[in-house]
């Protein structure tokens, strides 16, 4: 094969999944300078930029900003974005080795992990994946029905997620209303009846997954008062000893905020939102009718691993705390893509260092890559995909350089566009997204919120004129 | 974070030798894979040690004919192994105080990788750009429009 990445034949590389990932995978083969590249990303959703739009809750909208770096690397020329085409459904990935020298895989986690207790299908027994898709508006999740209309909320985990979901439950109205949070998502969290929230963690305050900023801010909600128990706050001897070595800091902080909160006791606030530590769910009891009532907990205890972490086991002391709804939020899980080799154990794509491995050979599948959540697991907040892509995309260029790429039959830009919008008519691009979100941003001026978000397609397509 | 997201990204090949095996073998496996050590496995298996460049290195200096000698006569047996949950936190205060810098991982019996403490680094120095990169946006977020 002749060289590519020159003028004449510009390396081709698709970028599948519009998250932060796609976006920084994209920047790092553009702005390098030593080969030529074209991206073409696809995104199955007409909407760009993954959990930022429809993960990062609402009232985080700091950090939505991030979308401006995103922007400014989607008017790179050689770049080309094909919203609304799904890899899997309108392509497929013989459709991408036909038109590009490398294809690599930024999917995300699209789905939970599973807890493994009985109950826990049961009626108002929910991932918190759904919930916060639902909220924030995913067309995937518009008509999701959510029942508020229990006093008694359990959240299982206790990571950012879970974070995120109790502090939603735990707003005002008042508090939503000056977010993009779905419109309907608002109605029915104004209407909500939910007083008491209950998060559960399974290890103690010093494992906790969350971060500081995050159990700082539970601290400060308008009309919630956060509350942890006296007992559950007190550090073990083996996490003490831990601690005491000094050298981690910010869980130190993170342990002196949790006790803070200790002393607090209900007050004329209207709900509270209580941390329970070194707690496993053990079932999910439901109700004559078939729904969640109640969770029954396992006292845990701490030990330490061989290399030293510390995991928790149960004792036999155990309790029941009433719940109408829990959410598990115990993590997200990513989904396999056809023909793509994947690692059922963690739910990632089969990888090294991403670079695709073939599980039979051990070796590298030639010309595919992934990188983000799909490659390294459900884990590490937006800037965390930039070093991650970076090491890819670093692989990607060695191996472009060496001549080791796909051969797709036809390399053009044109004709792989075409073939798109023969696929997919109604695809969107960069500029019509421009267009939703400029129009997203004035319905929001117009409410005095940051955007009001469409959240369907066909609402979506229509506005655009599609 | 934990030791999984490590090995996420290092594929599940964990290449290995027989503790009655050639140092020989052992140096030119090495140096085939570009990797500081190897998991030593019984013939269910089963770690039951590990030998280093280090090792290696250490036992040349004080006898030529080393090359000849099996991989059990030099390896580590006395082994700490690790499980996928591991946090990476712990793992790395534990590499630290008791001296080891590498860690075979376990899961549901089956030898599933092997991290290292170079790859502990790499992932905190990874965790910490992230986190000043998100830092950054929200700060310029904030001096943009300010509230
Ligand atoms: C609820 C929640 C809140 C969060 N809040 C924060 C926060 O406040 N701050 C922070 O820094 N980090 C936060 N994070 C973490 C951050 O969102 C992730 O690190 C980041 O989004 C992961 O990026 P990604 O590109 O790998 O995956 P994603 O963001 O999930 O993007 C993957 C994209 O691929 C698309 N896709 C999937 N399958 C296909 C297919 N077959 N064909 C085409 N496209 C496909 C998806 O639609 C999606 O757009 C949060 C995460 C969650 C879950
Ligand atoms: N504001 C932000 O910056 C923000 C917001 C949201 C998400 N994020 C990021 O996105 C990533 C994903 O967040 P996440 O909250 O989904 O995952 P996470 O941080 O991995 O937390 C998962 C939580 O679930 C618990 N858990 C797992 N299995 C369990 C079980 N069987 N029973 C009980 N508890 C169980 C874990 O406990 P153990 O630790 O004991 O396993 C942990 O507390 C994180 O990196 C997070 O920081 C960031």
């Not at chain 1, 995050?214 to 073990?236: F, H, M, P, S």
């Not at chain 1, 991650?388 to 350089?401: G, K, P, R």
Request: hydrophobic share 40%; charged share 25%; net charge negative.
């Amino acid at each position: 094969m002749s060289q590519v990445g020159t003028e004449a034949s510009p390396l081709r590389v698709a970028v599948v999944g519009a998250g932060p990932t796609g976006f920084y995978t994209t920047d790092y083969l553009l702005k390098q300078d030593r080969l030529i590249v074209e991206v073409d990303m696809f995104e199955r959703l007409p909407t760009p930029f993954g959990l930022v739009r429809y993960g990062v809750a609402p009232d985080h909208q700091k950090i939505k900003s991030v979308t401006k770096v995103y922007d400014r690397i989607a008017q790179n020329p050689r770049f080309r974005f094909f919203g609304n085409v799904e890899l899997g459904k309108q392509i497929s990935l013989a459709d991408l080795r036909n038109h590009y020298h490398q294809i690599i895989f930024t999917t995300g986690a699209q789905s939970d992990r599973r807890l493994g207790i009985p109950g826990e299908d049961l009626e108002g027994s929910v991932p918190a994946t759904e919930f916060v898709a639902w909220y924030n508006g995913h067309p995937d999740y518009r008509d999701y029905q959510v029942d508020l209309s229990c006093e008694h909320v359990v959240v299982i985990g206790v990571g950012n997620v879970a974070m995120d979901v109790a502090r939603i439950l735990c707003r005002t109205p008042e508090e939503l209303a000056v977010t993009d949070i779905a419109d309907y998502a608002l109605e029915a969290l104004t209407a909500s009846k939910v007083k008491h929230v209950t998060i559960v963690g399974r290890r103690g305050p010093a494992q906790a997954a969350f971060t500081t900023p995050e159990i700082k801010e539970l601290g400060e909600l308008a009309d919630t008062e956060a509350i942890v128990l006296a007992d559950e706050a007190e550090l073990d001897p083996l996490s003490q000893s831990a601690l005491a070595s000094g050298s981690d800091r910010s869980t130190a902080k993170k342990v002196e905020i949790i006790q803070s909160y200790v002393e607090r006791k209900p007050t004329e606030k209207s709900r509270t939102l209580t941390l329970r530590f070194l707690v496993s769910p053990i079932e999910l009891i439901g109700d004559e009718t078939g729904r969640v009532a109640a969770v029954r907990l396992a006292k845990n205890e701490l030990y330490a691993t061989d290399a030293g972490s510390l995991r928790s086991r149960q004792t036999d002391e155990v309790e029941t705390v009433p719940a109408g709804l829990v959410f598990r939020s115990i993590g997200y899980r990513g989904i396999p893509l056809e023909g793509v080799p994947f690692y059922e154990n963690w739910g990632v794509i089969l990888n090294k260092e991403g670079r695709v491995i073939d599980p039979n050979s051990q070796t590298a599948v030639i010309g595919e890559y992934t990188a983000g959540w799909i490659k390294r697991g459900p884990s590490g907040i937006i800037g965390t995909n930039k070093p991650d892509a970076l090491e890819t995309v670093t692989h990607m260029l060695a191996d472009a350089e060496a001549g080791a790429t796909l051969n797709p039959s036809d390399a053009c830009a044109d004709t792989a566009a075409a073939f798109v919008a023969q696929r997919q008519p109604r695809f969107i691009s960069y500029d019509d997204w421009l267009k939703l979100d400029e129009m997203e941003l004035s319905r929001g001026e117009a409410q005095g919120r940051p955007r009001v978000k469409f959240t369907s397609v066909e609402e979506m397509l229509a506005a655009i004129g599609k | 974070m934990n030791v999984r997201q490590i090995l996420a990204k290092k594929g599940i090949n964990v290449i290995t030798i027989r503790p009655d095996r050639q140092i020989r073998e052992a140096v030119t496996l090495m140096s085939r894979h570009h990797i500081g050590a190897l998991v030593v496995v019984n013939s269910d298996g089963n770690p039951v040690g590990i030998i280093s460049e280090r090792d290696i290195v250490r036992r040349a200096a004080e006898d030529e004919a080393l090359f000849g000698l099996e991989v059990q006569d030099i390896m580590t047996s006395d082994l700490v192994i690790g499980v996928p949950q591991d946090d990476i936190s712990s793992v790395a205060q534990t590499m630290t105080k008791k001296r080891f810098r590498h860690l075979p991982i376990v899961e549901n019996g089956d030898l599933v990788g092997i991290i290292s403490i170079g790859d502990i680094l790499k992932a905190e120095r990874d965790q910490y750009l992230g986190e000043i990169d998100t830092l950054e946006t929200k700060i310029q977020a904030e001096s943009s429009q300010p509230e």
